[in-house]
């Protein structure tokens, strides 16, 4: 046991991104022998990152994962298509409402020594953002002042657009702790390649982050983590329904998510003290740099991260064989990390979420949530054409998150409300209503933003697996944003509880739809909103 954790922590501490080459084929010389004579055999990195214009195609590295649960069964193919994490069950907490997120994030950004990464599509300017903001300085004053923890480093990655709108912004509730700080933080704002030239210059402020953003939500402290779908932002932390999981003391996925976010920050324009922004050195310019070479760069420098973790699990896989089973606690939950970058060429989650959808057998449940409902064709193809049953979950018009808006987005529920007609419609015409159903979430004075999905196995009655993160499996998610998000597999009973109470205390405040739904008064779309929903649809 003793042996197979250092060379373990050895493994992981040593070995960073910009080694994975050397130790890819240092590893291959190793243990080509043993494959050939026998041994344990070693999983191929299946081709995922298919080609996309102007991005080159990415293929990533040959890698391998240790002895899996036995319901692996059913999904270790994903460790055929990215890195995949062991760890114990009981080190992952569901938390179920905005002000758990809220505490969870403050308390565990005081108690901080090492690391604090905040990555999210922007910061609120409100007094419950700026008290998070506050926990930060008080952080790394404290970490100034004590020389036995003197080296906490802060990182924050937002959203370009987003995150500069309005004269009091995420970058000004930002500066004063970058100016005060400079050594030890770090924010990085990315800006999609797409907004360029005179669309830059033609389309609004308040909607030129329908082009794309940087979208995922990742809040890390030490070698504990936050996924969520959640911003940093009041509604988010009092009453917008949201998903969250905090996974507690694991290092190895800390340090991924770590540098996942360092890579996509080092792709970012850099924050400076006095309100201007850089470029990182060797790094195109996004909007005034060349599409194409931005994006190579961009994908390389972030696909080094996910390559990197794979050759890591391979050495270490290989290295700790003959020590199986003797972990320190039992590792019965599977962590993968999906990432989909489409705009750089990387669509890893959506490979993955596809595969997960074609794979579900008809004796198997899908429960799935998004805040915004608005299906690829590729998704609802899936959904439409399989033989799970289904039941899929979005907001009512009056918890959609633009209801009572003002002009154009004002209509954007209505644009919703229209595209889950259509689909209902579809559902009716194909004869799935006992295997397709549909729910909308309703709650006074509340808005819904959860999304993800609960997958259950034959004979279960509760799930083994979840998806869990930023993705809304809508054209945006797949094809303008960064998204980022969990796939966890689990035998833990408690955290099997967790997810179901999770799913049940969500699905509990929804009603079916039926066809009477969308003949209520108050579910009229304008005939204006009919016609341009469709030309409109990718944007949302």
């Known amino acids: 046991m003793a042996a197979s954790m250092s060379w373990r922590r050895l493994a992981y501490s040593v070995y960073s991104p910009a080694l994975a080459g050397v130790f890819t084929r240092i590893a291959d010389r190793l243990f080509r022998a043993r494959d050939k004579g026998g041994g344990s055999s070693v999983l191929l990195l299946a081709p995922l990152l298919a080609k996309a214009q102007p991005a080159q195609e990415r293929v990533s590295s040959p890698a391998g994962a240790r002895g899996a649960p036995s319901l692996n069964g059913h999904f270790r193919w994903m460790s055929e298509h990215v890195p995949a994490f062991r760890v114990n069950g009981a080190r992952i907490h569901v938390l179920t409402s905005p002000d758990q997120f809220y505490q969870t994030l403050k308390a565990r950004v005081r108690t901080a020594k090492r690391r604090v990464v905040l990555a999210s599509l922007y910061l609120g300017t409100g007094q419950l953002e700026q008290d998070l903001v ?14 036995h923890h003197p080296g906490l480093k802060v990182s924050v990655l937002l959203d370009y657009t987003r995150g500069s709108r309005g004269q009091l912004n995420s970058r000004t509730m930002l500066l004063p ?9 770090r924010v990085s704002l990315y ?27 990742v809040y890390l402290f030490d070698d504990s983590l936050v996924i969520s779908g959640a911003n940093l932002s009041d509604s988010y932390f009092t009453n917008r329904q949201d998903r969250y999981v905090l996974l507690e003391n694991c290092p190895e996925l800390a340090d991924f998510f770590s540098e996942l976010v360092d890579a996509v920050g080092d792709a970012s324009l850099q924050l400076q003290p006095d309100d201007s922004v850089t470029v990182q050195e060797d790094m195109v310019h996004p909007y005034k740099g060349d599409r194409r070479d931005f994006s190579a760069v961009a994908s390389r420098r972030i696909m080094e991260v996910v390559d990197a973790a794979h050759a890591r699990q391979r050495l270490v896989g290989q290295l700790s064989e003959e020590e199986e089973g003797e972990e320190e606690e039992e590792e019965d939950t599977w962590v993968f990390p999906l990432v989909q970058m489409k705009p750089l060429g990387i ?52 918890v959609n998150g633009f209801f009572g808006a003002k002009g154009v987005a004002g209509a954007i529920p209505d ?8 689909f209902y419609e579809r559902v009716c015409r194909l004869g799935q209503r006992d295997r397709v159903h549909l729910h909308e979430y309703h709650r006074p004075k509340w808005t819904f933003h959860a999304k993800g999905l609960w997958y259950y196995l034959q004979g279960q009655d509760q799930p083994c ?33 967790q997810l179901q109470e999770e799913q049940e205390m969500l699905y509990q405040r929804s009603s079916e739809v039926s066809r009477s739904t969308f003949l209520q008064s108050d579910r009229h779309v304008k005939l204006w909103v009919r016609l341009i929903t469709p030309l409109i649809k990718n944007f949302f």
């Open 177 to 185: 702790l970058l100016r005060r700080f400079n050594s030890q933080m």
């Open 191 to 217: 800006h999609t390649p797409d907004l360029r030239g005179l669309l830059r210059l033609l389309v609004p402020q308040r909607f030129n982050e329908t082009i794309g953003v940087q979208h995922i939500k």
């Open 415 to 422: 644009a919703y409300t229209h595209i889950a007609a259509q």
């Open 134 to 147: 506050d926990c930060m300085q008080e952080a790394l004053q404290s970490s100034q002042e004590n020389s």
């Open 465 to 497: 697996l979840t998806l869990i993160g930023s993705p809304n499996f809508g054209y945006r998610s797949v094809h303008r944003d960064l998204e980022a998000q969990v796939a966890i597999v689990t035998e833990n009973e408690e955290l099997k509880r």
């Open 347 to 398: 669509q890893v989650d959506e490979r993955v979420t596809q595969r997960l959808l074609s794979d579900a057998a008809p004796d198997s449940s899908v429960f799935l949530t998004s805040g915004y409902f608005n299906l690829t064709r590729a998704y609802m193809r899936l959904v439409l054409g399989g033989g799970a049953r289904y039941r899929i979950l979005t907001a009512s018009p009056e």
